[in-house]
Nanobody, 126 residues
């Protein structure tokens, strides 16, 4: 059974940092890219970052470039999202999702991701 479990969310002041984790199981980790998405109240789900360790590719949404860093520990089947210099507009539920394959297109198309975690809340106070 494919499972993705996020952790690490919480409440932080603006300018602070959090590290999110996405623990994956039930599939061959190297065969799939993993993406991070977020959804704020009343807004559509948006892509934040994606990594395909096996092809050596990472991508970031413009809104988080230079502040967020995605990484992968294949030995632990876990993807991390280090979030620094957090802003109130980063407040959202953050989800990780499995891409259907190793090669993902830019644009974070939701239909390309077939399994999703339950989400973890990130709240940034001003």
């Amino acid at each position: 059974e494919v499972q993705l479990v996020e952790s690490g969310g919480g409440l932080v002041q603006a300018g602070g940092s959090l590290r999110l984790s996405c623990a994956a199981s039930g599939f061959t980790f190297d065969d799939h890219a993993i993406g991070w998405f977020r959804q704020a109240p009343g807004k559509e789900r948006e892509g934040v970052s994606c990594i395909s360790e096996s092809v050596g590719r990472t991508d970031y949404a413009d809104s988080v470039k230079g502040r967020f860093t995605i990484s992968s520990d294949n030995a632990k089947n876990t993807v991390y999202l280090q979030m620094n210099s957090l802003k109130p507009e980063d407040t959202a539920v953050y989800y990780c999702a499995r891409h259907r394959g190793r090669y993902y297109s830019s644009g974070y198309r939701l239909y390309e991701y077939d399994y999703w975690g339950q989400g973890t809340q990130v709240t940034v106070s001003s």
